[in-house]
């Protein structure tokens, strides 16, 4: 079955510090692949796809086929970084979407 | 726009009871959805509609009914609220129906069956 794979519930680091939120996956086809991001007492929102191969916010996102993983990268994390982070994937010619369990990223100062 | 609105903010049931919970979005979106938010399970696809009359099914759709009767809205029915059914409730469109259109939340409706 596809899932989604968030190993870390919680990933605290200190501003200025990378991050790395990892995402997992399993499909067996060519997947389509975002994260979305959960501010405090704000909508969930997407934060970037990996298609686009863009950077938002400082983050980026790079597909690994070899070792099905899809993980968030920042080079020096901001306080306003602090949120929860989903990554979810689309089964390709479907409408479904497969949301990971989520990561909550705490930027101390 | 107001985007996607969702009423009620927040709703207590008792066990048997049936409600709906509304989902409005007003950016003329082809695609709408339903998701449930449960501690350590992060969101899971209940139904889904690709257009006005089109509904399907998600990874959790019993217990759950949907219709699309118009572009904009897309209720979510609890025919007979049971108490594993206390979750947030997470209704988002996007335009079209391709993979790599944004989804567009609405801000969750928290719901509580005792």
Same mark, same amino acid.
């Given at each position: 079955?596809?899932?989604?794979?968030?190993?870390?519930?919680?990933?605290?680091?200190?501003?200025?510090?990378?991050?790395?939120?990892?995402?997992?996956?399993?499909?067996?086809?060519?997947?389509?692949?975002?994260?979305?991001?959960?501010? =405090?007492?704000?909508?969930?929102?997407? +934060?970037?796809?990996?298609?686009?191969?863009?950077? &938002?916010? $400082?983050?980026?996102?790079? #597909?690994?086929?070899g070792e099905?993983?899809?993980?968030?990268?920042?080079?020096?994390?901001?306080?306003?970084? =602090?949120?929860?982070?989903?990554?979810? +994937?689309?089964?390709?010619?479907?409408?479904?979407? &497969?949301? $990971?369990?989520?990561?909550? #990223?705490?930027?101390?100062? | 726009?107001?985007?996607?609105?969702?009423?009620?903010?927040?709703?207590?049931?008792?066990?048997?009871?049936?409600?709906?919970?509304?989902?409005?979005?007003?950016?003329n979106h082809?695609?709408?959805?339903?998701?449930?938010?449960?501690?350590?399970?992060?969101?899971?696809?209940?139904?889904?509609?690709?257009?006005?009359g089109i509904?399907?099914?998600?990874?959790?759709?019993?217990?759950?009914?949907?219709?699309?009767?118009?572009?904009?809205?897309?209720?979510?029915?609890?025919?007979?609220?049971?108490?594993?059914?206390?979750?947030?409730?997470?209704?988002?469109?996007?335009?079209?129906?391709?993979?790599?259109?944004?989804?567009?939340?609405?801000?969750?409706?928290?719901?509580?069956?005792?």
């Amino acid at each position: 079955a596809q899932r989604v794979t968030q190993p870390e519930k919680l990933l605290s680091v200190f501003k200025g510090a990378p991050v790395e939120l990892k995402c997992n996956y399993s499909y067996s086809g060519s997947p389509e692949l975002f994260w979305y991001v959960q501010y =405090s007492r704000q909508r969930l929102q997407l +934060l970037l796809r990996h298609i686009s191969r863009e950077s &938002i916010k $400082g983050f980026t996102a790079d #597909l690994n086929k070899g070792e099905t993983s899809f993980h968030l990268k920042k080079p020096f994390a901001q306080e306003e970084d =602090s949120a929860m982070y989903y990554c979810a +994937l689309r089964e390709a010619g479907t409408y479904k979407y &497969i949301f $990971g369990t989520g990561t909550r #990223l705490k930027v101390l100062a | 726009n107001a985007g996607v609105t969702q009423t009620p903010k927040f709703q207590v049931l008792k066990t048997g009871q049936s409600m709906t919970l509304q989902c409005a979005q007003d950016m003329n979106h082809e695609y709408m959805s339903w998701y449930r938010q449960d501690p350590g399970m992060g969101l899971r696809l209940i139904h889904y509609s690709v257009g006005a009359g089109i509904t399907d099914q998600g990874e959790v759709p019993n217990g759950y009914n949907v219709s699309r009767s118009t572009t904009e809205d897309f209720p979510l029915r609890l025919l007979s609220a049971a108490p594993s059914q206390t979750s947030v409730y997470f209704c988002a469109s996007s335009y079209g129906t391709g993979g790599w259109n944004e989804q567009f939340f609405g801000p969750g409706t928290r719901l509580t069956v005792l």
